[in-house]
């Protein structure tokens, strides 16, 4: 039986996978698509984040840490929304987040030591691969409630984190009156994170198992490593709020 989605794209999907096809997605086709953005975005990602620590800036300088997310952003919506282009915007996201997360973590390293991102990156794979497990087991399943449940969970921190960018523009200090704020929407962050890949291995079988065309491996590789950068993001934050903590 397959669950229904309010998500258009995840509509489409569905809709084509009804129609058979001898060429159709299969999970050593999205692991292999998902690995390969992953290993684009640590080669450039360590790269950047080395220029940075070596040489105290990068190529691009503010033009690139401002419109690599931008850009990575608007690859996502297109490789959502036309799975045709999916495999080149994919390729273009992994470039652009690649070097913004390099630009990230190396002002992480400059402030808070070497250990934070390899520490973030342990994390991060930790996590990733619990909830693979908690899936995979049936220990977890994820039903339509579960989505709406989750999906709430999103807008409303994408609220919080929007009024915490406005009011740190206008002055307010967020590491003062407003931490703790800041920490529970990052502890929030984490846990959803990690529960959002639960949303992604659930879309994976449940198109998998229903014979989507292959051309949806690299969207449903893509949306799982936009999933596994906002965790690592997280980790980062909630990290540098540990090591705050301790001096």
Known sequence: MRYRTTNPVMRHMQKEASIATSNTATYAGVVSKTSLMLLIMLVVGTFTAGALIQQ??????????????IVA??????????????????????LMQGAFLGVISGIYTLVFGDHIVTTALLATGGVFAAMLFLYRSGI?????????IMMSILFGLLLAN????????????????????????????????????????????????????????????????VTIVWLFVEMLRLLAIIAMSRR
């Not at 952003?73 to 992994?94: E, G, H, N, R």
Request: aromatic fraction near 14%; charged fraction near 15%; charge should be negative.
């Open 56 to 69: 105290g800036e990068v190529f691009g300088g503010m033009p690139l840490l401002i419109g690599a997310p």
């Open 140 to 148: 977890i399943r994820v039903g339509s409630t579960f989505r709406k």
């Open 162 to 225: 929007l009024f915490l960018f406005v009011a740190s523009i206008f002055g307010a200090d967020i590491y003062g009156n407003m931490f703790g704020f800041y920490v529970l929407v990052v502890v929030i962050g984490v846990v959803a994170a990690s529960i959002f890949l639960l949303l992604d291995f659930d879309n994976i079988t449940q198109l998998v198992e229903a014979g989507a065309d292959k051309k949806y491996e690299w969207s449903l590789g893509l949306s799982l490593v």
């Open 73 to 94: 952003i608007i690859c996502v919506f297109i490789a959502m929304s036309k799975p045709d282009l999916a495999p080149l915007f994919s390729i273009i996201y992994a």
